[in-house]
């Protein structure tokens, strides 16, 4: 049904917004039409468009509810050579449709969610994807031509209530000039991957894998270490790639080499960045200067609701991103369309025709060719009831229902039961994810559940074997398997070491279809599992964990949380922002695997309601998945859910009895440890930046606000590690408890250009993983153990003792050592330590270094006896010959003929020497001396020889190809 005042006929609006002319056969080949996004295109439309065809579309669930951070509220489509290609979050897939009848001609499907517009370039159409992946296809047939993994890593974790890798392509591609640019990691800390790649070969021209590590300037003058957060449209800006960065500002590199020119958080607070920008022509200052072209922002988006009224980002212009342009005139998404339902999302012209797109998930075609309108309906639209024939309360066997009462995920590893399957698909509390090691029958499982109408947040699929995913810890309420061949696996014992680590403790069940005499070993075989309990009930083994993870702490208040599960370094677990809280609401607290949280109502500040404000109803939520949950889901996960009253009058500020200054506390000192370098006891203090929360001592984490959300490890002296991302809350919200290191979402009623405004929860991860700290300033005298860590982005500790430092430092500040390296020339370089690929040692100092040096001095050493290990790795040639050097110690001749590549054949593998009962009065002097090419040091590390020693880690030797081709 129509209103009056859209029954103008589309030749007056035409006429309105454009200036008539002759058509063209321009496409719209890349969202917003080309690389600088400018949405401006000198085609003119028909004066006379009728409604050709609509595709009927579910409407997308964009990963974040923050506005600034929308980037896939809507379909995208892009048009070239009368073909339009969309992509999809809601089936993981990219399809394309004949752009005169709207008939579908191919879809191709992904292993996560596809946010971004693809961009189509010659006859080939490229993608990325949630799974970490970007893909080439053929344009006229959808044709696999070659997929991209850009971390050589199958790490999993859920991220935005998906199952998803933790590098998702979120920087979404540009192509110009052959060369398809993209990024993928959305956590700093986690290593964020910049990429330009051949177009036609998927071969990498460059990558920039330093940018997660930058320390420096964030929110109220705060400095920590941080980074880049790829999340929007990349943008080529005259020779300059532009990395859009969330809800903060973006970062600019050279696009010919990838290499960082500016990226830096908004000095003052209060100031909302987003994820839209695109790069134009400034205004002309005279008839023959050039304009220059500037990056653009829509005032629109870089607005957020403060606690105290709205604040706005600078030098925006409102409604940039909600028109385009065609010749001299605007096409503004806000007036309406005849024959064009809801509110627009996005215009696009491309040979004759104007497509539209509604938020509410509609595509609409309109042309010059009268024609019956067609009408396409997605089976994503049906009904829950129709999609699988099974009614809502299609019973499911006992052994599965009581379980799954509360919801969650439940993985299914090969499981060949398809009437299980339906009627699991018929509860809707439920998430599935299914993996099936046979590609073909993947692809036909997909299609069939897609015709059936089941999104991918409904069920979703992994076509990798089971042993080449990393699947995420205590994730899944139940997991469902049968025989191993199914899952890529030779043996029951197999599987079940794989799938056990991902259920979620307190009840989670393991569920294995096997023979009774199978289930007799099996049960005799994994006695001993943590937590376990097994059972037999209806032919399948049931390994049930029960209970909380041995060491693990609940916490329901009180300051202390000796969760003996949380130690550093740590990585993503989880990510969402479906439970959100006012940044000075009461602390959360954790009770068997549940979160209780209360916000506040702050919106009411402008309307004269002041703090301390009311508390609002508690929110429940999963700690291992950061699933929400209703009061009823959370009472059959605990027995016991402790909340606030909400009549009593809560204090504006909660702080330990320990900080007196609500505002500006003091630097924290937390006891006394041992000084690392020299071995003398000392006060623990330790870097924090900018925070009203002082931090809390929790028994083996201190946890703080220092600019980001940060922490520091009292059992191996961490230093600061900043949790760069989130801002954490003015109450101390960064919780170990329940086996994990939590950081809720405490972010509302805060503007500031943090660019991630999220919860998470992180997990102990092993000392190979990379993680920079900052130990702080200190000067240093009687050194008896050390680690330099040359090109490094940060410091680091070790269980065992050794405090690397990055020398150069470059990542905060470091104790000053009395250290020479000579020439001052040398060149750094770096690379993440995931790209390691063997050799002994820890990842993070190989994966760094610098060439060059020709003698390294180190003063003020103690006298004595020291264990000595020097690392190597060459990163520049491939074959022996091309870089040989000498290294004498004080003097005396210490390796000959040193080839790196010769002994390791790889530019991946650590090499590392030892050497003990190495005697040093006061000085170190290491002397390198090339014989061919420039020496080169990864790593240097004295121990004195009465203190106790890191094993040097074996590494696994493989090698992941990241370019694959069908």
């Not at 089971?466 to 599987?495: C, D, K, R, W």
């Not at 979620?504 to 199978?518: F, I, N, W």
Request: hydrophobic share 35%.
């Amino acid at each position: 049904m129509h209103c009056p005042a859209l029954r103008i006929s589309l030749t007056l609006i035409l006429l309105i917004f454009l200036m008539g002319g002759t058509a063209s056969a321009n496409d719209w080949p890349m969202w917003r039409l080309d690389p600088a996004r400018s949405a401006h295109i000198e085609q003119t439309l028909p004066e006379s468009l009728q409604l050709q065809w609509v595709h009927r579309l579910p409407q997308l669930q964009p990963a974040f509810k923050n506005e600034r951070l929308q980037f896939d509220a809507g379909y995208e489509p892009v048009v070239k050579n009368g073909i339009l290609f969309y992509g999809s979050s809601q089936n993981d897939s990219v399809t394309a449709l004949d752009l005169k009848t709207g008939k579908q001609l191919w879809k191709y499907m992904t292993d996560g969610p596809v946010r971004f517009a693809p961009v189509a370039w010659k006859d080939s159409v490229y993608f990325g994807s949630d799974d970490g992946c970007l893909y080439a296809v053929a344009a006229q047939t959808g044709n696999l031509l070659w997929k991209f993994r850009a971390v050589p890593s199958t790490r999993l974790i859920l991220g935005n209530r998906r199952l998803i890798s933790v590098w998702p392509v979120r920087g979404g591609p540009v192509i110009e000039n052959d060369t398809v640019y993209f990024a993928a990691g959305v956590w700093p800390f986690e290593g964020v991957f910049v990429y330009a790649l051949d177009t036609a070969t998927g071969k990498v021209k460059w990558v920039n894998d330093r940018l997660g590590f930058l320390y420096g300037q964030h929110p109220h003058a705060a400095e920590a270490l941080g980074g880049v957060t790829p999340q929007g449209y990349l943008v080529i800006s005259d020779n300059e790639l532009i990395v859009p960065c969330g809800t903060a500002f973006p970062a600019r590199l050279n696009k010919q080499t990838g290499k960082l020119i500016e990226f830096e958080l908004p000095k003052p607070g209060r100031t909302p960045g987003g994820w839209f920008t695109a790069a134009g022509k400034a205004a002309r200052r005279g008839e023959t200067e050039v304009a220059p072209t500037t990056l653009q922002f829509d005032r629109d988006v870089n607005s957020a609701r403060h606690e105290n009224g709205q604040n706005y980002g600078p030098d925006g212009k409102r409604g940039l991103r909600q028109q385009i342009r065609l010749g001299d005139q605007s096409l503004k998404y806000q007036t309406p369309i005849p024959k064009v339902d809801g509110t627009i999302h996005s215009l696009l012209v491309a040979s004759d025709y104007l497509i539209a797109v509604t938020l509410e998930g509609s595509i609409y075609c309109l042309g010059p060719n009268k024609t019956t309108p067609i009408t396409y309906e997605s089976p994503l639209l049906k009904e829950e009831t129709v999609r699988s024939g099974q009614p809502q309360n299609a019973q499911l066997p006992a052994i599965f229902s009581d379980q799954l009462q509360a919801g969650g995920y439940v993985f299914l590893a090969g499981i060949p039961d398809a009437k299980l399957l339906n009627t699991l698909l018929a509860k809707p509390q439920l998430q599935m994810i299914y993996l099936q090691n046979h590609t073909g029958q993947i692809k036909s499982l997909r299609q069939l559940y897609h015709d059936r109408g089941y999104p991918s947040s409904k069920l979703a699929f992994l076509s990798d074997p089971l042993n080449e995913v990393e699947l995420p810890a205590y994730f899944a309420q139940t997991i469902i398997t049968a025989e191993p061949i199914h899952s890529g696996m030779n043996t029951y014992s197999e599987l079940i070491s794989l799938l056990y680590p991902s259920l979620r403790p307190y009840g989670g069940r393991l569920l294995v279809k096997c023979s009774e005499a199978d289930h007799q070993k099996l049960a005799v075989e994994f006695k001993t599992l943590s937590q376990v309990k097994i059972s037999r009930v209806d032919g399948y083994s049931v390994f049930e964990k029960s209970g909380a993870i041995p060491g693990s702490s609940n916490y329901t208040g009180g300051w202390s949380s000796p969760d003996e599960l949380v130690k550093a370094p740590v990585g993503v677990l989880w990510y969402d922002d479906s439970v959100g809280n006012f940044k000075r609401a009461p602390q959360p607290l954790f009770v068997d695997g549940v979160m209780i949280s209360h916000s506040k109502f702050w919106q009411g500040y402008p309307a004269g309601i002041r703090p301390p404000y009311k508390l609002l109803d508690p929110q429940f939520a999963d700690v291992y998945t950061g699933r929400k949950l209703d009061a009823t889901q959370a009472e059959m996960l605990t027995t016991e859910l402790p909340t606030l009253d909400q009549t009593e009058k809560q204090p504006s500020q909660y702080r330990p009895p320990y900080q007196k200054n609500d505002w500006s506390p003091a630097p924290p000192v937390i006891g006394e440890r041992t000084n690392p370098l020299t071995g003398k006891t000392e006060p623990r203090a330790f870097p924090k930046s900018y925070g009203c929360d002082g931090g809390v001592d929790y028994n083996y984490l201190y946890t703080m606000r220092s600019g980001t959300a940060a922490f520091y490890d009292k059992r191996v002296e961490s230093g600061t590690i900043h949790i760069s991302g989130p801002r954490s809350g003015c109450t101390n919200s960064i919780v170990p408890a329940n086996g994990l290191l939590n950081v809720p979402y405490y972010f509302q009623g805060c503007t500031c250009s943090y660019p991630l405004p999220v919860g998470l929860s992180m997990i102990s991860m092993p000392e190979t993983h990379e993680q920079w700290m900052v130990w702080g300033k200190s000067d240093v005298q009687q050194v008896q153990r050390v680690g330099l860590n040359f090109g490094a982005p940060g410091d680091r500790m070790t269980d065992k003792g050794t405090l690397w430092l990055d020398t150069p430092s470059v990542g905060g500040p470091s104790p000053k050592l009395d250290l020479q390296i000579i020439p001052k020339s040398v060149e750094s370089f770096y690379q993440h330590s995931l790209w390691i690929e063997g050799g002994r040692g820890w990842p993070w100092v190989g994966a760094s270094g610098i060439t060059g040096v020709r003698e390294i001095r180190l003063n003020q050493m103690k006298a004595g006896n020291y264990t000595m290990r020097l690392y190597f790795r060459e990163p520049e040639f491939s074959s022996p010959g091309q870089r040989v050097f000498d290294i004498s110690l004080n003097g005396k001749p210490l390796i000959s003929q040193l080839d790196i590549y010769q002994e390791t054949q790889s530019n991946q593998k650590i090499l590392v020497r030892e050497f003990s009962q190495i005697h040093l009065d006061n000085q170190l002097n290491l002397t390198l001396t090339a014989q061919t090419g420039e020496p080169l040091l990864c790593g240097l590390e004295l121990i004195e020889q009465s203190l106790p020693v890191d094993i040097l880690v074996e590494l696994p030797s493989q090698k992941q190809e990241l370019l694959t081709k069908p």
